[in-house]
């Protein structure tokens, strides 16, 4: 196989957003491809919400969003059931950003200027419950993302189809009910920064460690990743944590190593160092 088609997924958990009592984690996955089957295997038996990016191509449709492969679990017959679907405002953004800044078009300047509101008024809720966040969106939000759609529906009768601002607006408009899904729900993020965060330490020395070498390179790599990354996540020094963690965990009884896990081990520090 191709080694260039293999690859790793992130999941992260961060219920901070919405004051959420459980703690933030995150769990990097390898893959031997980008075939669906693996996000099927690694999220087997979770139903909940799921926010990600929809690919890289602004105008594929929903189902053949390259690289993505989600499609099956928003599957309404999915067992235990299906997972919703939550688009990324963030990547949606990016598109028409990417116009106005290079292109100076009037069209993509004006979107960005639309999107920036609605991520306006989510910075003055963030880190509120579900049910304050659900209010704030129902009242303020829920205006401006209409107005938004229905300016984008204008707009798009007037394009070819090939133009690059039409295949931004295809990108959203076709997704529209899992950009929309934040305004009925208060759990909801506006976009899956918190993933992009936790990626930005690999994306920023990939030059330096391109290649795991092998499948098992590549699994330990996650494991790493996933220690790594959740640590960062609870705002402890991963080094410290690791080290520590290393030197008892050979005595530590196997029935108690969630005492071990970077929140637990946080809460016991905290504890040692206020004594």
């Not at 933030?24 to 990600?52: D, K, M, N």
């Not at 950003?97 to 078009?105: G, H, N, P, T, V």
């Not at 899904?181 to 990626?199: K, T, V």
Request: aromatic share 8%.
């Amino acid at each position: 196989m191709d080694p260039r088609l293999r690859e790793g997924r992130l999941y992260v958990r961060d219920d901070r957003p919405f004051a959420g009592p459980a703690p933030p984690a995150a769990v990097f996955c390898y893959s031997r491809s980008r075939a669906g089957e693996h996000p099927l295997r690694h999220l087997t038996g979770y139903s909940g919400i799921l926010q990600a990016d929809a690919g890289a191509c602004p105008r594929a449709a929903p189902s053949a969003d390259p690289g993505a492969g989600f499609g099956e679990l928003y599957d309404a017959k999915r067992k235990p059931g299906p997972i919703t679907e939550a688009a990324c405002w963030s990547h949606g953004r990016r598109h028409f950003f990417e116009q106005a800044d290079l292109r100076k078009a009037p069209l993509a300047v004006e979107a960005v200027q639309r999107i920036d509101e609605i991520f306006a008024i989510e910075r003055t809720i963030n880190g509120q419950p579900a049910g304050d966040r659900l209010a704030v969106r129902q009242r303020d939000s829920k205006p401006i993302v209409a107005d938004l759609e229905t300016w984008m529906r204008a707009e798009r009768a007037r394009l070819s189809r090939h133009a690059a601002t039409a295949q931004a607006i295809d990108y959203m408009l076709t997704r529209w009910p899992a950009f929309t899904r934040f305004l009925d729900d208060g759990r909801i993020c506006l976009s899956n920064n918190a993933a992009e965060r936790a990626l930005r330490g690999i994306a920023l020395g990939r030059r330096s460690w391109l290649f795991a070498g092998s499948d098992r390179g590549g699994e330990r790599a996650a494991a790493m990743y996933t220690l790594i990354a959740t640590a960062k996540l609870n705002s402890i020094n991963p080094q410290a944590w690791l080290a520590d963690v290393l030197a008892r965990i050979a005595d530590h009884p196997a029935s108690r190593l969630d005492e071990l896990l970077p929140w637990r081990w946080k809460a016991t520090e905290d504890h040692a160092a206020a004594a």
